[in-house]
């Protein structure tokens, strides 16, 4: 059943130690959580058409994956739901197929920087350089923020705000923007121009991979070229000195559907086409691209389900779990 024992620092501190890059959305506040007595950790969901929907994998210690998952399962079907797991590693995927799912659809990967890598160095590097110049030439610099600083706080708030407000085009997210939801497992990293905030970047903190995460990358509509790029660089040198090998840059989707599994040839095909269609109308491909700047190595990336014929009532219940908004 589902509990209420999980406060959300508790669940800040579960999703620092165990969660995956997709387990940030766990503390969004219209997220549900379940759980056990029997297991310390959590799985955050949605009830949305007909389907529970969950956020990468199990927030909890592999071992406790298949006690708590069996559980979350039986829970679903007492309410006559299907269970869908968004966004989820090869590890448990080929777990969960084995187990407790019928079907999965490959749809991107989990763009990972190693920084002990220099991304801007070399021929691969000349973009970023040429961006670091840009923004070194308009006076921006980058910041570390250490808590607590209410004058700093507000200031990345309001860089949130005017970020959002600025977001052009119909807009698929996983959880809403919140830099301060939690300070437990968080870094901020701001830019400065002339003394104005002009970005800000938040990083979550994965502790299962000992890395992190790129939860916010957020700048203003004046920011000077290259902003991101300096932060995004700031981040990986201070990650580097600490000798962290891993930088998540979450999941991108791809530019077409990869490996279908468990599904027929007339729901695959369906697929295939709402994906496609899907990614031009959100220009689902325009953060890969920035992306592809820093050298990320790639992850297979899947959606799986409990099912293994595909209806409305799940894709509207991936569509809504991401927050998809027009």
């Known amino acids: 059943m589902t509990t209420l024992t999980a406060t959300k620092p508790n669940i800040a501190e579960l999703v620092t130690r165990w969660g995956s890059s997709a387990a940030i959305s766990v503390l969004d506040p219209n997220c549900e959580i379940f759980s056990i007595p029997e297991v310390d950790g959590v799985i955050g969901y949605r009830s949305n058409s007909g389907c529970n929907v969950v956020y990468g994998e199990p927030v909890a210690s592999p071992d406790d994956y298949e006690q708590l998952i069996k559980a979350f399962h039986k829970f679903s079907e007492s309410q006559n739901r ?14 969960a197929m084995n187990n407790v799912c019928g079907s999965l659809i490959e749809i991107g990967n989990e763009l990972i920087v190693d920084p002990q890598n220099d991304p801007s160095v070399g021929a691969k590097g000349r ?4 961006k670091m110049y840009q923004s070194e030439k308009a006076g921006v610099k980058v910041f570390e923020y250490i808590p607590k600083n209410k004058e700093i706080e507000a200031q990345i708030e309001q860089v949130k705000e005017t970020w959002v407000k600025n977001q052009k085009g119909p807009q698929v997210i996983a959880s809403e923007a919140n830099p301060f939801l939690t300070h437990h497992g968080r870094r901020w990293f701001y830019a400065m121009q002339n003394g ?52 998540s840059l979450g999941v991108s989707p791809s530019k077409e559907l990869g490996q279908i599994v468990g599904i027929g040839k007339a729901s695959s095909w369906i697929a295939r086409k709402v994906f496609k269609t899907a990614t031009k109308f959100f220009d689902l491909h325009g953060a890969r691209e920035y992306w592809l700047k820093f050298q990320p190595s790639a992850i297979p990336s899947s959606i799986m389900f409990s099912v293994s014929q595909l209806g409305l009532k799940e894709i509207l ?4 779990a991401f927050n998809g908004k027009m």
């Open 196 to 247: 104005k905030m002009v970005g800000a970047l938040v990083l979550s903190q994965l502790g299962f991979h000992d890395g992190w995460l790129v939860y916010l990358l957020m700048i203003t509509p004046d920011a000077p070229s290259g902003t991101s790029e300096r932060m995004m660089m700031s981040a990986i040198e201070a990650l580097r000195k600490e000798g962290c090998r891993f930088l």
């Open 317 to 320: 219940g991936i569509i809504r």
């Open 127 to 130: 973009i970023i350089r040429k």
């Open 82 to 95: 299907s269970v869908i797991y968004l966004t989820t590693t090869p590890k448990f995927t080929k777990w």
